[in-house]
C-alpha cells in the first residue's frame, strides 16, 4: 500500500518569505500527484498536477516538482502572502487510475 | 457552472438512522468517488465509480452502500449509522483519464449521537 507523508504538519512564516512544502511517498509507481489547498470549513481546491513523465508544473507563484526516484514532491509557493493561510495536501493515485492516497497535509500560516 | 455540489452541508443523525448523502456534478465526469476526512487520519476513500451503472470499494466502505444511475449523480448512503461515522464527507469528480484534477464539493459535516 502506497503511503503519503507530509512534514511538518504546521508551518508559520511572515508575509514574503518562500514557502516550500514537502510530500514524500513509498511507492515510486505513482500515476501522478496532485497538490490541493483546503480553507477552513471548505472543500479541496486543485493546485497542481505534475504526470509521472513531468518533473515540474507551474502556475504563477507556484511551482511543484516531482522527483519519483527519491520518492519527493515539493510545492513552491513565491512570495507568500496572508491570502495563503490554509492547509496544502499532496495525493496521487498508485497505478492508472483515480483512486487517491492523501499525504496528512501541512497546515499554512502566513503572517502579515 | 456549479462543479460538484454535496447536500446536506451539516447533518445530525441518532444511532441506527440511516440516511444519503446527495453528490451531483455538471461537467460531465465519468469517475465519482468518496472521502472522508477524520483528524489524524487524512482523506480516505470510502467507493468509487467509473462511470454509470459501475462501482467499487475504496480503502473504508465498510457501513456504506453505493449506486450510480446516472452520469451526474453518486449518492452516498448510509445504512445504519454509527458514532464512528461522524467526519466530513467529500464527493469529488473527474474526467475518466487518471491524468486529469479531480475536482471536490464543500462536503458534508455528519455528527452521530
Known amino acids: 500500500k502506497q503511503e503519503v507523508t507530509q512534514i511538518p504538519a504546521a508551518l508559520s512564516v511572515p508575509e514574503g518569505e518562500n514557502l516550500v512544502l514537502n510530500c514524500s511517498f513509498t511507492?515510486?509507481?505513482?500515476?501522478?500527484l496532485q497538490w490541493f489547498r483546503q480553507d477552513p470549513g471548505k472543500g479541496l481546491t486543485s493546485l497542481l498536477l505534475i504526470q509521472s513523465s513531468q518533473r515540474e508544473q507551474t502556475s504563477g507563484r507556484l511551482n511543484a516538482s516531482l522527483d519519483k526516484s527519491s520518492g519527493r514532491s515539493t510545492l513552491y509557493i513565491a512570495a507568500s502572502q496572508p491570502g495563503d493561510s490554509a492547509t496544502y495536501l499532496c495525493?496521487?493515485?498508485?497505478?492508472?487510475?483515480?483512486?487517491?492516497?492523501f499525504g496528512g497535509g501541512t497546515r499554512v500560516l502566513v503572517k502579515p | 457552472n456549479a462543479g460538484v455540489t454535496q447536500t446536506p452541508k451539516f447533518q445530525v443523525l441518532k444511532t441506527g438512522q440511516s440516511m444519503t448523502l446527495q453528490c451531483a456534478q455538471d461537467m460531465n465526469h465519468e469517475y465519482m468517488s468518496w472521502y472522508r476526512q477524520d483528524p489524524g487520519m487524512g482523506l480516505r476513500l470510502i467507493h468509487y465509480s467509473v462511470g454509470a451503472g459501475i462501482t467499487d470499494q475504496g480503502e473504508v466502505p465498510n457501513g456504506y452502500n453505493v449506486s450510480r444511475s446516472t452520469t451526474e449523480d453518486f449518492p452516498l448512503r448510509l445504512l445504519s449509522a454509527a458514532p464512528s461515522q461522524t467526519s466530513v464527507y467529500f464527493c469529488?469528480?473527474?474526467?475518466?483519464?487518471?491524468?486529469?484534477?479531480?475536482?471536490f464539493g464543500d462536503g458534508t459535516r455528519l455528527s452521530i449521537l
Open positions: 495525493a496521487g493515485p498508485k497505478a492508472a487510475g483515480n483512486k487517491l492516497t
Open positions: 469529488a469528480s473527474s474526467r475518466g483519464n487518471s491524468n486529469q484534477p479531480q475536482h
Open positions: 511507492d515510486s509507481a505513482i500515476y501522478n
